[in-house]
């Protein structure tokens, strides 16, 4: 029987609009590898842009899906967390985290974008966050997230690659080896994603064409893609260049059909192309 890797996904499911574990699931899917999903709460639609969001809490069903994957012995290749509804969320997945010391411990502090919070969040969630980063193996915040992580404001002005890595190395310290920042303005000009492996001192850029608009769950779908990669044995700067091309080549399919922003990236068009399993070397040294 060939191995495959096994993933606990501890995200919520939202019913529309693309994204957590709705674009999660088949992503990592796709890359040969079997998400099991810890639902943390069902929505109708993510949280921006389609009004009252029907929202029904999951808080109570994560510890005990936890009890019963220990008691049927039941192992994870990796613990993979993103959007949290609360405090107490968070509280079990660390529980999570702890229960499954071998596994890769990915945690996507999913808290803004665009230089703003998510209404969801308030100061205590976004402190509570911290407390996962911390016992993470790899994080994957946006600049947005990556600031409220560093108790700083959202850099108004592009960044200088010492500003950068300045922000990953503070990150790092915070306990994960691997931070990758996504969706950076630098100051020499571009956008990038740009990571820092901390355990071999490298950082790597991975510039990106820069599209006028922002769709939901394009973040979910680089920490699947970068998780994924990771897991099949990529290597840092292999896996942010294949999670970076994948959401490029999605953000533009779905530009080019000018498709409503609010509903996500047109994932089904364009899934085959990770399926296709190629190596990618578009990255440069920071
Ligand atoms: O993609 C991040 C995300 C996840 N889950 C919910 C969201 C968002 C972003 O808006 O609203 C419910």
Redesign the pocket.
Same mark, same amino acid.
């Given at each position: 029987m060939p191995e495959l890797k096994r993933v606990a996904a501890i995200?919520?499911l939202?019913g529309v609009?693309r994204?957590?574990l709705s674009v999660i699931l088949p992503t990592m899917s796709v890359m040969g590898i079997q998400v099991c999903p810890v639902p943390t709460?069902l929505?109708s639609t993510?949280?921006?842009g389609f009004g009252d969001?029907v929202l029904k809490d999951m808080t109570d069903y994560i510890p005990e899906a936890l009890r019963h994957y220990i008691s049927a012995e039941i192992d994870f290749d990796c613990i993979y967390s993103?959007?949290l509804a609360s405090e107490t969320q968070v509280s079990h997945c660390l529980e999570f985290m702890d229960k499954f010391g071998k596994a890769l411990r990915v945690v996507d502090p999913?808290m803004g974008?665009s230089g703003k919070r998510?209404r =969801?969040y308030d100061d205590n969630l976004c402190r509570r966050m911290g407390e996962l980063v911390a016992v993470a193996d790899i994080i994957t915040p946006n600049l947005t997230e990556a600031a409220i992580l560093l108790g700083i404001s959202y850099p108004a002005a592009p960044l200088t690659v010492g500003e950068l890595k300045q922000m990953l190395v503070k990150l790092s310290m915070k306990g994960p080896k691997t931070v990758v920042i996504t969706s950076v303005t630098m100051a020499d000009g571009g956008i990038c994603n740009a990571g820092f492996d901390s355990e071999h001192n490298a950082f790597w850029r991975v510039p990106y064409e820069m599209i006028p608009k922002s769709y939901?769950? =394009?973040?979910?779908i680089f920490a699947s893609v970068l998780t994924g990669g990771l897991l099949l044995g990529d290597s840092l700067p292999i896996a942010m260049t294949r999670a970076t091309a994948f959401c490029e080549y999605a953000i533009k399919t779905t530009f080019g059909y000018g498709a409503p922003v609010r509903e996500g990236v047109m994932l089904e068009k364009c899934l085959p192309m990770l399926a296709e399993n190629l190596s990618y070397t578009q990255y440069t040294q920071l």
């Open positions: 995200h919520d939202s609009g994204c957590s709460a929505l993510h949280t921006n969001v993103g959007f999913v974008d998510y =969801t939901p769950g =394009t973040g979910d």
